[in-house]
T-cell receptor, first 111, second 114 residues
Framework: SQQGEEDPQALSIQEGENATMNCSYK?????LQWYRQNSGRGLVHLIL?????REKHSGRLRVTLDTSKKSSSLLITASRAADTASYFC???????????FGPGTRLSVLP | DGGITQSPKYLFRKEGQNVTLSCEQN?????MYWYRQDPGQGLRLIYY???????QKGDIAEGYSVSREKKESFPLTVTSAQKNPTAFYLC?????????????FGDGTRLSIL
């Protein structure tokens, strides 16, 4: 089964609302990263959180990490139509060489 | 600006044909990766390379081949042995040896069967 699993699979909200996406993983990690993918495009890195960090902020993004529960959340505040995209978490397992991506959350922000 | 260039954007393959997807980066990254993405799904690792003239199989390498003759280039060949090649292919690169570094992605190649 996949290392990272995002939840929900799809999310639809109104502009101005907050969007929360969750990611669960199975093994211990060095770090966890969140990426955004617009339709038909490549992934764009949003934010990285190390295993010894609990929370990070970047603009309207807030990421939390709970290593005891092996989970992370991405909060986008005051969402905009331009935030419409798929969001993926990627984990870097301890001792591993590569990242493992979850299936993603499709976010739709309605104007 | 530095980045990753994938070409072509769209590619069509006939039965029994090998096709090659190009990936070039000018970020001076040591590590490069090829992923396959199927509709509504996450990324699956096909091959990766940490250094020139060396590469490793990922989770779904069967039916694919790669080469890494230059640091900047990591082409992927989809061979006729890959029976279900229709997918979106993404190339990425990263500074090797630093796990706390993000991957940088190209804009993908969409491969379809004729």
């Amino acid at each position: 089964s996949q290392q990272g699993e995002e939840d929900p699979q799809a999310l639809s909200i109104q502009e101005g609302e907050n969007a929360t996406m969750n990611c669960s993983y199975k093994t211990s990690i060095n770090n966890l990263q969140w990426y955004r993918q617009n339709s038909g495009r490549g992934l764009v890195h949003l934010i990285l959180i190390r295993s010894n960090e609990r929370e990070k902020h970047s603009g309207r993004l807030r990421v939390t990490l709970d290593t005891s529960k092996k989970s992370s959340s991405l909060l986008i505040t005051a969402s905009r139509a331009a935030d419409t995209a798929s969001y993926f978490c990627a984990t870097h397992p301890n001792g591993g060489q590569n990242f493992v991506f979850g299936p993603g959350t499709r976010l739709s922000v309605l104007p | 600006d530095g980045g990753i260039t994938q070409s072509p954007k769209y590619l069509f393959r006939k039965e029994g044909q090998n096709v090659t997807l190009s990936c070039e980066q000018n970020l001076n990254h040591d590590a490069m990766y090829w992923y396959r993405q199927d509709p509504g799904q996450g990324l699956r690792l096909i091959y990766y390379s940490q250094i020139v003239n060396d590469f490793q199989k990922g989770d779904i390498a069967e039916g694919y081949s790669v080469s890494r003759e230059k640091k900047e280039s990591f082409p992927l060949t989809v061979t006729s042995a890959q029976k279900n090649p229709t997918a979106f292919y993404l190339c990425a690169s990263r500074s090797a040896g630093y796990s706390n570094q993000p991957q940088h992605f190209g804009d993908g190649t969409r491969l379809s069967i004729l």
